[in-house]
């Protein structure tokens, strides 16, 4: 974790409740907030989450706000703000519970100060599908993509896709329910049909076809912003992904913190085309066959990675929105360029997976 220092003194006195904790997510907010002196509360399914024994999290709470009803949810987190005594800044940290404090504002405004997002703009953003045609409308780069509704579809589509190709979740974290993970690399029509035949609903499709964009780790590049009620962009970060886990497919495990002012530039202009408020966090791949840095993923909302984007001020996303939700002055500072951040356990397993480049049957993962 960087050091750094905030504003001189600023109010720490709201308190932040945070929406399921999962791995370590949900301890950086909890750190990087209880180091201001931020009371926080964790709410998660898990007593075990890694936040619930952090020093910094003044209350743990144990419930399923992903698969719970909402509208218990919604109770839930009222009558926990009942209790703290005092209105809370409310920080959710998935694509479900995100959808939820979207869809339910009017309630939960009641009792919790949040950046305010159109539903059915954040449903376009967490839909891959949505995002898609969202990109495609505002001009955005984003590599070719295909929603077939039935297995006859997918067989056309799979004769005109250049392999390998992504199948990923439209809602990623329906298809980790069923099948443990958010996206799978096919290297050929008859891998591709066999993910799908364990995998998808017909009667509910979920799974869509995505481009792969071919080259080494130097493509892989993100962004960590936070937009103001103007939908301004005060605090912006890029790096790039080192290694993910799983590894080429999964969630960043070694990130470094680089400069890249056209994707920072890009993502002002489609956020502030959209009005989008909060954090954001969103992955692009650089596509040298075109020159073109392409959006393949958008969270809207807080990433697990943020603590990789820290300013010489010891400013991060989280901070920024606290500080300008609570009236204070966010002053940016840019993260230090080289700093790395990892997730220690995961990412030994991603480097030994780099060493040995194949699938799980033994194909090549960059044939041509």
């Not at 007593?47 to 144990?62: C, D, E």
């Not at 599908?129 to 590599?143: C, N």
């Not at 030994?348 to 044939?367: A, D, E, K, W, Y």
Request: overall charge neutral.
């Amino acid at each position: 974790m960087a050091g750094g220092h905030m504003p001189a003194q600023p109010d720490v006195s709201t308190p932040v409740v945070v929406i399921r904790c999962a791995r370590h997510g949900g301890l950086g907010i909890t750190r990087t907030l209880g180091r201001m002196g931020v009371p926080v509360y964790n709410v998660d399914e898990s007593k075990f989450a890694p936040a619930f024994y952090s020093r910094y999290s003044t209350g743990r709470f144990t419930w399923d706000a992903e698969l719970a009803p909402a509208e218990k949810t919604v109770e839930a987190l009222c009558e926990l703000a009942a209790r703290i005594g005092r209105r809370a800044i409310l920080v959710p940290t998935s694509d479900g519970t995100t959808m939820l404090v979207s869809e339910h504002a009017s309630r939960l405004s009641e009792w919790y100060d949040f950046p305010h997002v159109e539903p059915t703009l954040v449903q376009a953003l967490c839909s891959k599908r949505e995002m898609y045609f969202l990109a495609k409308k505002h001009g955005v780069p984003t590599p070719d993509a295909a929603f077939p509704q039935s297995r006859a579809e997918l067989v056309e589509c799979s004769k005109s896709f250049r392999y390998p190709v992504m199948a990923k979740g439209i809602f990623g974290i329906e298809l980790e329910r069923i099948a443990g993970k958010r996206m799978f690399l096919a290297n050929s029509p008859e891998e591709l049909l066999s993910i799908y035949d364990r995998f998808e609903d017909w009667s509910r499709p979920n799974i869509m076809l995505q481009e792969f964009i071919p080259g080494s780790v130097e493509i892989n590049w993100m962004l960590n912003a936070y937009y103001d009620r103007n939908s301004d962009c005060p605090v912006e970060f890029t790096g790039r992904k080192i290694r993910m886990y799983p590894a080429y497919t999964g969630l960043t495990s070694l990130g470094e913190c680089a400069r890249n002012e056209t994707i920072a530039r890009t993502t002002r202009e489609f956020m502030k085309a959209c009005g989008y408020r909060g954090i954001l966090d969103i992955g692009y791949r650089y596509d040298q066959r075109d020159g073109q840095y392409k959006v393949i993923d958008i969270n809207p909302r807080v990433g697990a990675t943020f603590r990789l984007f820290v300013g010489a001020n010891g400013m991060d996303v989280i901070r920024a929105m606290y500080l300008d939700l609570t009236g204070q002055p966010v002053e940016f500072a840019p993260a230090p360029e080289g700093r790395r951040w990892l997730v220690e356990d995961v990412d030994l397993i991603s480097s030994m997976r780099i060493l040995r480049p194949v699938n799980s049957t033994g194909q090549s993962l960059f044939r041509s």
